[in-house]
């Protein structure tokens, strides 16, 4: 099944803070997040593996909970060119547990910042 | 140079006919895959190639084809186009073991009419 993502879409503006979460109901090996630009292909940000492992770099951050099957990200201090939609794709790891095995993709945040 | 090509990357084809769309890569990953995107659907996984010719069905394959004789190329092939098989294609490559994720193509956009 698809993960869930939540909101579905937000808007901002410039400065502000949004965190966008991802929901499974099968247990993961890990959780991707990808950003897609209008007419452009989805860009890879960050992988989580299971752990609980935190990760980011400038304002975008990520965290997974494996527990819960939850992941989170965290977008601060937004700026325009953060404008778009946000995918996590999601891998049970497969029989060799490959972290980049067969990934399902939840539907889509689609985050808008103002100026 | 992109890592990563599609093609073509528009066509529209009439309901009936067999279409190939061809995903071609420079980075001898092993990984290819074939995904369909759909508003209100996001990415849905079609296919999949984890060697030369070893391939399998994801979520969304009714109606679909794949083969790989070669590392580099991975072909979709719609047997008998359909309305419903109008979308935005995209092939994507990956590694196991890599923290690098997916690298997507540019997409192809295919309407069928």
């Known amino acids: ?115 | 140079d992109a890592g990563i090509t599609q093609s073509p990357r528009h066509k529209v084809t009439e309901t009936g006919t067999p279409v190939t769309l061809r995903c071609h890569q420079t980075e001898n990953h092993r990984y290819m895959y074939w995904y369909r995107q759909d508003p209100g659907h996001g990415l849905r996984l079609i296919h999949y190639s984890y060697g030369v010719k070893d391939t399998d069905k994801g979520e969304v394959s009714d109606g679909y084809s794949v083969s790989r004789s070669k590392t580099e190329d991975f072909l979709l092939t719609l047997e008998s186009a359909t309305s419903s098989q109008t979308s935005v294609y995209f092939c994507a490559i990956s590694e196991l073991g890599n923290d690098y994720g997916y690298t997507f193509g540019s997409g192809t956009r295919l309407t069928v009419v």
């Open chain 1, 1 to 115: 099944q698809q993960p869930v993502q939540s909101p579905q879409a937000v808007i901002l503006r410039e400065g502000e803070d949004a965190v966008i979460n991802c929901s499974s109901s099968k247990a993961l090996y890990s959780v991707h997040w990808y950003r897609q630009k209008h007419g452009e292909a989805p860009v890879f940000l960050m992988i989580l593996l299971k752990g609980g492992e935190q990760k980011g770099h400038d304002k975008i951050s990520a965290s997974f909970n494996e527990k819960k099957q939850q992941s989170s990200l965290y977008l601060t201090a937004s700026q325009l060119s953060y404008s778009g939609t946000y995918f996590c794709g999601t891998s049970d790891g497969g029989n060799s547990g490959g972290s980049n095995y067969k990934l399902t993709f939840g539907k889509g945040t689609l985050l808008t910042v103002n100026p």
